[in-house]
Nanobody, 115 residues
Framework: QVQLVESGGALVQPGGSLTLSCAAS????????VAWHRQAPGEQREFVAV???????MYADSVKGRFTIFRDNAKNTVYLEMNGLKPEDTAVYYC?????????WGQGTQVTVSS
């Protein structure tokens, strides 16, 4: 059974930075594509970024140039480095691991951007 645990969420001021972590257990994480999604109150969950098993990255337009997704396969962990945070980045951030028809989600971590 694959388990994903996100961490690193916090309250941060506009313009600040955070790095979120998504740690996996129960599998060889490197064979999965891993994505970050987020959900703001009253909004639908939306795509943020994805990294393939081979390291190819894609980003939502709203975070391009500010967020970076990267992985450390030795630690079974995928990270989301977030810079230049804006109030509109406030949301619960979830990681998702995908391989073929298999899909696993973490429980989420709260990011709040406010002065």
């Amino acid at each position: 059974q694959v388990q994903l645990v996100e961490s690193g969420g916090a309250l941060v001021q506009p313009g600040g930075s955070l790095t979120l972590s998504c740690a996996a257990s129960g599998t060889i994480f490197s064979i999965y594509a891993v994505a970050w999604h987020r959900q703001a109150p009253g909004e639908q969950r939306e795509f943020v970024a994805v990294i393939s098993s081979g390291g190819t990255r894609m980003y939502a337009d709203s975070v391009k140039g500010r967020f970076t997704i990267f992985r450390d396969n030795a630690k079974n962990t995928v990270y989301l480095e977030m810079n230049g945070l804006k109030p509109e980045d406030t949301a619960v951030y979830y990681c998702k691991a995908v391989r073929g028809r298999d899909e696993y989600w973490g429980q989420g971590t709260q990011v709040t951007v406010s002065s």
